[in-house]
T-cell receptor, first 107, second 112 residues
Framework: KNEVEQSPQNLTAQEGEFITINCSYS?????LHWLQQHPGGGIVSLFM???GKKKHGRLIATINIQEKHSSLHITASHPRDSAVYIC?????????FGSGTKLNVKP | NAGVTQTPKFQVLKTGQSMTLQCAQD?????MYWYRQDPGMGLRLIYY???????DKGEVPNGYNVSRLNKREFSLRLESAAPSQTSVYFC???????????FGSGTRLTVV
């Protein structure tokens, strides 16, 4: 049983497209994180959300606590956005990770 | 440079050998974590430390021990390495309730 489910698992897009990655979770959470893992392996924290919406550059993250769902949007996608995007949720004392969405943006 | 520093970046061990992975953060974060990442699988928590002097088991603690030496440092020890411990290990820290994670660059460990 996976506490965090991401979709899609793999996503190929053309440069400039609008991209949405979805995350659903089944546990009560105190926060949700979106992480980006580059092809070289490094992991970067993009957002931490507990409600509403956050925006940073071309990235937008939303969360609906009642529906236990979050989305990560990328506007005007670029090949440098190619990476694995990971959703992680924090409960009182545990973290659960999705298996990631592998995004490939073609020029 | 502020962040999380992990050493070593690469290591090859023989079955039965021991080693310690080092992790240090300079952001004054309370919480530190050790994860492993295996091909096709998500990150899995091995151990975490919510504050200096405390450690707790995560999802996959068997075969590992940890030490929160002080607020900055959190080490992971393999006492008797097994091929099943071949993985990429990530250390991370966070200031709970305030910000997100900061990850180290990872240690690629191969046990032969």
């Amino acid at each position: 049983k996976n506490e965090v489910e991401q979709s899609p698992q793999n996503l190929t897009a053309q440069e400039g497209e609008f991209i949405t990655i979805n995350c659903s979770y089944s546990v009560g959470i105190s926060a949700l994180h979106w992480l980006q893992q580059h092809p070289g392996g490094g992991i970067v924290s993009l957002f931490m959300l507990s409600s509403g919406k956050k925006k940073h550059g071309r990235l937008i993250a939303t969360i609906n606590i009642q529906e236990k769902h979050s989305s990560l949007h990328i506007t005007a996608s670029h090949p440098r956005d190619s990476a694995v995007y990971i959703c992680a949720v924090k409960t009182f004392n545990k973290f659960y990770f999705g298996s990631g969405t592998k995004l490939n943006v073609k020029p | 440079n502020a962040g999380v520093t992990q050493t070593p970046k690469f290591q090859v061990l023989k079955t039965g050998q021991s080693m310690t992975l080092q992790c240090a953060q300079d952001m004054n974060h309370n919480s530190m974590y050790w994860y492993r990442q295996d091909p096709g699988m998500g990150l899995r928590l091995i151990y975490y430390s919510a504050s200096e002097g405390t450690t707790d088991k995560g999802e996959v603690p068997n075969g590992y021990n940890v030490s929160r030496l002080n607020k900055r440092e959190f080490s992971l020890r393999l006492e008797s390495a097994a091929p099943s411990q071949t993985s990429v290990y990530f250390c991370a820290s966070s200031e709970d309730g305030v910000g997100g994670y900061t990850f180290g660059s990872g240690t690629r460990l191969t046990v032969v």
